[in-house]
């Protein structure tokens, strides 16, 4: 089976900067898009970067110039840098990814999530 962990949510004042890490483990034979989703409480989740594995990378324009998402191929990670943190942003932030198992089997796989509070 597979398993994401995120970490690197807390809280932090407006205009600051939080880095989320999530890590792939478990019986991965490959890892494909990787990306990041968030969920404010009331409201629906959405996407907010999204990396291939050629990493191609694409933003909400709400992130825009502001959050940066990278991948670590060889430690099955994907990071978002997010900078100039607005109250806004404050959400549970999702880790995603689309992997195929040593078995063969090529599902999403989601992360458990972490609390990203943007508030002064």
């Known amino acids: 089976q597979v398993q994401l962990v995120e970490s690197g949510g807390g809280l932090v004042q407006p205009g600051g900067s939080l880095r989320l890490s999530c890590v792939a483990s478990g019986s991965i034979r490959s890892i494909y898009a990787m990306g990041w989703y968030r969920q404010a409480p009331g409201k629906q989740r959405e996407l907010v970067a999204v990396i291939t594995s050629g990493s191609t990378t694409g933003y909400a324009d709400s992130v825009k110039g502001r959050f940066t998402i990278s991948r670590d191929n060889a430690k099955n990670t994907v990071l978002l840098q997010m900078n100039s943190l607005k109250p806004e942003d404050t959400a549970i932030y999702y880790c995603?990814?689309?992997?195929?198992?040593?078995?063969?089997?090529?599902?999403?796989?989601w992360g458990q999530g972490t609390q990203v509070t943007v508030s002064s």
């Open positions: 995603n990814a689309n992997i195929r198992t040593n078995i063969g089997l090529r599902d999403d796989y």
